[in-house]
DNA sequence: GTGAAAGCGCTAACAA
DNA sequence: TTGTTAGCGCTTTCAC
């Protein structure tokens, strides 16, 4: 069914290798003629080179791996990936998507089988992942890499010095509760420790929060200042939180102060408005594509400056 | 850096084709002490078998394809589709996601390269896809294989009984907003349109809603009929419409009656409560990763009864 | 300019 | 019960 490229080599009258060439992108080393023949005949009998037999001559794949995060996937992120796909696919590359949250097991063993030529992520990979990656020696592109910056103690730190400014003085971080492991929470929850050092104030109470009214509850009553300002793992926990307030007639922002991260949807319909952070997937990914592009050796102009992802989304809660 | 099958037999003191044979299953044709070398050399050496390799051999790979549909990705798929890898990787195949929107024609050119194992999407694959994978004889599974059932219209079905059945007379059906066309809102829509029908009523309003105060606030006003009763597409959608009624200052659910659909983390802290409809993704994953490897050939017993996927969420909003 | 030869890692048929 | 052999489709020296 599908030609091989013997099969073209045998149409045009030419060896395998000349066919390897050609359709390679060394054309020019022969004959105008030669070089014709092989394309037509490759267009006539709708070659399509086998991944796999590159695959294993080549000792790495043309496919790059995507992480998805795990994070609500509209309209945006479809688009992003959409874009990534037809992107990547030009410059010979196959785009695959992986769910991030998958054990960095199976991910270990898809990049054992699969061996991508590159494996990229929005957001920035656990440290799981990366032993995984860099012991596979793949290559990685993560936000990160594409700026140095740590994002979640960035976060936690946007958190804090809102939270400080508006005059709180007693700062406290809200973990979501999860059976899920969560990598990016104590990088958050340092940087509120880091407000609150360079600040002079005490060091930030820590609570976990799950996503239920009880949970969120317990959580609340576990805050030992009135006054106290929270900074929440994301909108969901900000939300349980406000809901708990609401449900023990605390004030808000004065009994308690709350701050999101995500600028979720469900964070935009908040009453109080929800004080929040928002990370601009859609730049981080545009941001990643040009340099994916460019680890890959495709010669991709990068964005001249460097944006700025994250952005405080001012409402009623701080 | 990567084990080979050689350096295995080696290592066992067998030859390749011993340690290919007891690796893939035929350990009992061998004498019990040489299978157990080689599982223990192929251990000690962290043996992972090449992909492209046995793809080579083979014919057709390890990968099996999941079409992403085009509708928001939220925390339920997203669970779905990390059960599903789990699953398949439990047996021998690797999940990759694919957004479904890509042109035809790239899913040729990834199905022509990668020559997955299958591919399988939750939505029915559109014609063009259909046209692909029979040309490329490629194992195509999606949901009308699984179950004649189409959930989509069950679950609109369901939504519109259980407003009906509380007493509300006159229906609406609310929409995700999005550009993109929402593959599993129409036939929701029809589902309530069904139910309508059957039970004498007008048909159906049908408003679309994205996830912010103002557009609520609009489709609401857009409702004509006091105490209408308001499918919603999912549970965000139910909450911006159950936020703008408060705004509104109308009362739930003797104003308007709103039923959501996911049983979301945040319809869970409602208030009030909302009454809401649960698709047990964990069962359809298994049902559908059953039917997969069924199709696969793998020996997967499938579930002796279809399970309901779907249940009533009871909440205060109907 | 072009082709012959070798080999990536694997598995299936066959031989021993 | 195990090993030998051959070859999947491709690319890359290297020789002509």
Redesign the interface.
């Known amino acids: 069914?599908?030609a091989t490229s013997s099969d073209v080599a045998k149409h045009a009258g030419v060896s395998r290798a000349t066919v390897s060439q050609v359709l390679n992108g060394y054309a020019e080393r022969f004959a105008p003629e030669t070089a014709a023949k092989v394309f037509a005949s490759a267009a006539a009998l709708g070659y399509?080179?086998?991944?796999?037999?590159r695959?294993?001559r080549r000792g790495s794949?043309?496919?790059v791996?995507a992480l998805?995060p795990?994070t609500?996937?509209?309209?945006n992120?479809?688009d992003l990936?959409?874009q990534m796909?037809?992107t990547l696919?030009d410059h010979g590359y196959?785009l695959?998507?992986?769910?991030s949250?998958?054990?960095a097991s199976?991910l270990d063993?898809?990049i054992?089988?699969?061996?991508p030529a590159a494996v990229f992520s929005l957001t920035p990979f656990t440290s799981a992942e990366q032993e995984v990656l860099r012991r596979?020696?793949v290559l990685a592109v993560d936000p990160p890499s594409v700026s140095a910056v740590d994002y979640n103690r960035a976060i936690g730190r946007m958190q804090g010095l809102t939270l400080v400014d508006a005059g709180h003085r007693r700062l406290a971080f809200a973990h979501l509760r999860d059976e899920r492991q969560d990598p990016f929470g104590f990088a958050r929850e340092e940087g509120i420790r880091d407000v609150a050092h360079e600040r002079g104030l005490d060091d930030p109470q820590v609570i976990d929060v799950s996503?239920?009214?009880d949970s969120?509850l317990s959580a609340l009553d576990a805050l030992t200042t009135p006054g106290i300002a929270v900074a929440c793992y994301n909108d969901?926990v900000a939300?349980?939180l406000l809901?708990a307030a609401?449900v023990r007639g605390l004030e808000v922002p004065r009994d308690v102060a709350v701050i999101g991260m995500d600028r979720s949807?469900?964070s935009?319909?908040?009453?109080p408005r929800l004080t929040t952070i928002e990370y601009d997937i859609v730049a981080a990914a545009s941001a990643g594509v040009a340099s994916l592009l460019k680890a890959l050796g495709a010669g991709a102009p990068l964005p001249a400056s460097t944006p700025a992802f994250l952005s405080l989304i001012p409402g009623d809660t701080v």
């Open positions: 069914m599908n399509e080179p086998s991944a796999a037999g695959a294993l794949s043309d496919f791996v998805l795990h609500t996937f509209g309209g992120l479809q990936f959409e796909t037809v696919a196959t695959v998507l992986r769910m949250g998958s054990a199976t063993r898809m054992a089988g699969m061996k596979r020696n996503i239920d009214l969120a969901d939300m349980s809901a609401r949807d469900l935009r319909i908040a009453l």
